[in-house]
């Protein structure tokens, strides 16, 4: 019985891995998501400097007590809730944006986007918001 226990087990967290997308997935993703055209250089730069492109990602304790989720770094204080049920400006847990599902963490940051530009993530303001430092996506 315990060895059913921990296949179990074993199965559901590897249908819960997390993706590390190559930069062209991810242009591909954002993109299907419906993020602009003339942006996805902008968005691609501030996930590689967030996540490192990883979706399962979680960050270390900021200054403020709250925590960066998924591969937008989206933040628990206003966004996400660390609850079981959705919550906060997004509407949604913290986990639901960890999957390799990222409708949900892409609607988020496209609400976060709309309300504070791209300065809303200090990934993309130390190291994207200067043209010449955005990614070369041009072969995606």
Known sequence: MKTIIVLVVVAVLGLTEAKRFTRCELVRELR????????????????????????????????????????????DKYWCSNTSTPGKDCNVTCNQLLTDDITKAATCAKKIYKRHK???????????????????????
């Open 118 to 140: 791209f300065d809303a993530w200090y990934g993309w303001k130390n190291n994207c918001k200067t043209a010449g430092s955005l990614p070369n996506i041009s072969s995606c």
């Open 32 to 75: 299907r998501q419906g993020f602009p055209e003339n942006q996805l250089r902008d968005w691609v730069c501030l996930v590689e400097h967030e996540s490192s492109r990883y979706t399962d990602k979680v960050g270390k304790v900021n200054k403020n007590g709250s925590r960066d989720y998924g591969l937008f770094q989206i933040n």
